[in-house]
């Protein structure tokens, strides 16, 4: 069966490499392990994250974080949608506009999402007012506020509006509120002056920017059959692969509902070429042996498909089998 190993000295080496850019405070560090902990598995990760001492994470919504709900103190839900939001001690609801507070009920705890510029989600400054004013009405637990940044290149214009906005907040509500705003790329380029950080790729070994990390994910996948294919023979769906000799071929166990994505004529680790279109659930190789590494750096295979390390994590069935190693 195709399966994945996890690297756990790589991720520990991570997490620490991140937490140094926030003077190792490991509190004011909020680890984004949405979208199955992007494909590595969220219950595997979830407890080497617990082992290593996390206890502040952030998911898309409570859906994702039913299952880890009783793992963590504090789980912020990014892209819960309101009218579905059913409260738990543990988790923090993330106030993406104004109309969520026709949702929240007393005590739910929220944090406030700052719209400074990417225009994804979140509030505008003219109405920070308003949310502080239905904050005490509604009797909320509001613990703090986030942006994010559209790139690199943003960060300094999005930050100038972010302090605002923060200063303002603070200045208009009495406890102590917990502001983040850089993700992986924002905190290695060294941009952030929170001492918070919301990381998500960097754990895993990438960044958009230079930073010294290693990956964690490799996956494999093993033999179903082997044949000897004759000159002019083809292979697959589409007839999409010709040989021009005899060859020795396998089919692998690893297809496009697996999360690879359907694209022809790509290159797997050690430059082995797959044959032919992808199928579902096998791609076949010029190859005999019983098991082959599709990659170990997860960076080179998604160059084959233009594409990021993002998309190859996140396209992962997440019924993939994984091994801690
Ligand atoms: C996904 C996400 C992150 C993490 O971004 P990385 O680039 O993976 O570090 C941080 N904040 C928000 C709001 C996100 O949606």
Do not use: W
């Not at 560090?29 to 979830?46: E, P």
């Not at 989600?121 to 920070?128: A, R, T, Y």
């Not at 952030?192 to 990381?199: E, F, G, H």
């Not at 754990?203 to 490799?218: I, R, T, Y």
């Amino acid at each position: 069966m195709a399966y994945i190993t996890i690297n756990k000295e790589n991720y520990f080496y991570n997490l620490n490499e991140c937490l140094k850019h926030i003077n190792n405070n490991i509190d004011n560090f909020v680890l984004i392990l949405k979208d199955n902990a992007y494909g590595h598995g969220l219950l595997q990760i979830s407890n080497l994250a617990l082992e290593f001492g996390i206890n502040f994470i952030a998911l898309k919504n409570q859906n994702e974080a039913e299952k880890v709900k009783n793992k963590f103190k504090n789980i912020l839900l990014l892209s819960q949608l309101a009218q579905d939001y059913e409260s738990n001690e543990n988790y923090i609801l993330g106030i993406n506009s104004l109309d969520y507070f026709n949702y929240t009920k007393k005590n739910d705890k929220i944090m406030l999402k700052l719209n400074t510029g990417m225009n994804r989600n979140g509030l505008q400054i003219n109405e920070l007012k308003q949310a502080i004013k239905i904050i005490k009405e509604q009797k909320l637990r509001f613990l703090g506020a986030y942006t994010h940044f559209s790139s690199p290149n943003n960060i300094d214009k999005q930050k100038k509006l972010y302090k605002e906005y923060c200063t303002y907040l603070q200045d208009n509500y009495d406890e102590k509120l917990f502001f983040h705003s850089s993700n992986s790329s924002a905190v290695f380029l060294n941009k952030n002056d929170d001492l918070a950080a919301r990381c998500g790729l960097a754990q895993f070994g990438f960044c958009d920017v230079e930073a010294n990390l290693k990956p964690v994910m490799s996956l494999y996948a093993q033999k179903l059959s082997s044949r000897t294919i004759q000159k002019d023979e083809i292979i697959g769906y589409d007839e999409r692969f010709k040989a021009t000799k005899s060859m020795l071929v396998s089919t692998y166990d690893l297809g496009y509902a697996d999360g690879l994505i359907y694209k022809e004529n790509i290159k797997i680790k050690n430059n082995i070429k797959i044959l032919g279109k992808i199928s579902m659930d096998s791609f076949v190789c010029e190859s005999n042996q019983n098991e082959l590494c599709i990659f170990d750096n997860a960076y080179e295979f998604a160059k084959e498909f233009n594409t990021t390390v993002y998309e190859i994590f996140v396209r992962l069935n997440q019924n993939i089998k994984k091994i801690i190693i």
